[in-house]
């Protein structure tokens, strides 16, 4: 069975994609925290970060910097914040949140956001990787995770 973020990144379901290498994809979350929340999913399904061999443990880690620097650049913020959870989806993942204060960390305080507010902030997010010399690793098309 197939989870969720198997299925967005085969791209059978939509996803708004702002980073994709061979090891992980980097996609927006329906129900952000924040402006520019995002998710940082290894392509291989392990049910939670801790089954991540530590060389893909490791990548996500370093993605998720590189996410994160281009947050507070592209959002205005002094700090992004990073959460591992998983309970929602069995499939590893971290939360990569531009923090405005420390409850943008509080997934509790997801909310659906548009379509026009989920482009818009993948757009600025997707820009500032372009920007900051990350554009072999920004999918040519936001709707896909194709390596190019």
Same mark, same amino acid.
């Given at each position: 069975m197939s989870t969720v973020f198997e299925k967005i990144i085969s791209g059978q379901w939509a996803g708004r994609f702002a980073w994709a290498d061979e090891v992980c994809v980097v996609f927006a979350t329906i129900e952000p925290? +924040?402006? *520019?929340h995002v998710l940082v999913v290894?392509? +291989?399904p392990y049910a939670k970060w801790?089954? !991540?061999p530590s060389d893909v443990a490791a990548h996500l880690m370093?993605? !998720?910097r590189v996410i994160g620097l +281009?947050?507070? !650049?592209a959002f205005g913020v002094d700090r992004s914040g990073l959460v591992i959870a998983g309970f929602e989806v069995p499939h590893a993942h971290l939360h990569v949140i531009p923090l405005r204060d420390e409850s943008d960390v509080l997934l509790s305080r997801a909310a659906p956001a548009s379509d026009e507010e989920l482009d818009r902030a993948? *757009? +600025? @997010?997707r820009d500032? @990787? @372009?920007a900051s *010399?990350?554009?072999a690793h920004v999918p040519a098309r936001m709707s896909s995770a194709a390596l190019s």
């Open positions: 925290t +924040a402006p *520019g290894p392509r +291989a801790t089954d !991540a370093t993605v !998720a +281009a947050q507070e !650049a993948m *757009g +600025a @997010l500032q @990787l @372009l *010399g990350h554009g």
